[in-house]
């Protein structure tokens, strides 16, 4: 089993539906990101979260908002997705301090947008 | 510029042939890590070894071992009398030590292991 956990598995959701992807690790991680990832592809990094605080922001669009509400969750809010947004989105987690530290992911969350 | 590059999209083995997966990376950094990665079809990133740019030293690990050349920017790896459940997509990854956070992925190979 995976130490980094996602929910849902799955979502099915209309283009202005409102719904949130969650993550959750138990390892004392102070880092945490989300991936999008589509069929075929590399995960592509959109944001980073270090010690709660956004890091890195890959020019992901506003209809996406991360929020971190402490070390241990990510959420990530989504609001009038398009069906191009349809992919696995991937939460992982590493420490912040050891630089050499690899990332540890969770099993995602297939959304389709419909 | 791609920062990593796995040039092998598809490889079919048949159960027990030894397989090479390649893996040339780019940066002008002198500190940098190195990663592999397996997805299997379930979706998962299952981390499998890192090294960092000091440390050429080649490992082994049961049927798994990685060859890490400086000279050729390359960090290839190798599966031993390869299996079915070897089957997933592969993947190499690079850090650079002034944005440790941010990991460059290569495009995947995907192996086929038939039995």
């Known amino acids: 089993d995976t130490e980094v956990t996602q929910t849902p598995k799955h979502l099915v959701m209309g283009m202005t539906n409102k719904k949130s992807l969650k993550c959750e690790q138990h390892m004392g991680h102070r880092a945490m990101y989300w991936y999008k990832q589509k069929a075929k592809k590399p995960p592509e990094l959109m944001f980073v979260y270090s010690y709660e605080k956004l890091s890195i922001n890959e020019s992901v669009p506003s209809r996406f908002s991360p929020e971190c509400p402490n070390s241990s969750l990510l959420n990530l809010h989504l609001h009038a997705l398009q069906p191009e947004d349809s992919a696995l989105y991937l939460c992982?987690?590493?420490?912040?301090?050891?630089?050499?530290?690899?990332?540890?992911f969770g099993d995602g969350t297939r959304l389709s947008i419909l | 510029a791609q920062k990593v590059t796995q040039a092998q999209t598809e490889i079919s083995v048949v159960e027990k042939e030894d397989v090479t997966l390649d893996c040339v990376y780019e940066?002008?950094?002198?500190?940098?890590?190195l990663f592999w990665y397996k997805q299997p079809p379930s979706g998962e990133l299952v981390f499998l070894i890192r090294r960092n740019s000091f440390d050429e030293q080649n490992e082994i690990s049961g049927r798994y071992s990685w060859n890490f050349q400086k000279s050729t920017s390359s960090f290839n790896f190798t599966i031993t009398a390869s299996q079915v459940v070897d089957s997933a997509v592969y993947f190499c990854?690079?850090?650079?030590?002034?944005?440790?956070?941010?990991?460059?992925f290569g495009s995947g190979t995907k192996l086929n292991v038939k039995p």
């Open positions: 990854a690079l850090s650079e030590a002034r944005n440790f956070n941010k990991f460059y």
């Open positions: 992982a987690s590493s420490q912040d301090r050891d630089r050499e530290q690899p990332q540890h």
């Open positions: 940066t002008r950094d002198t500190t940098y890590y």
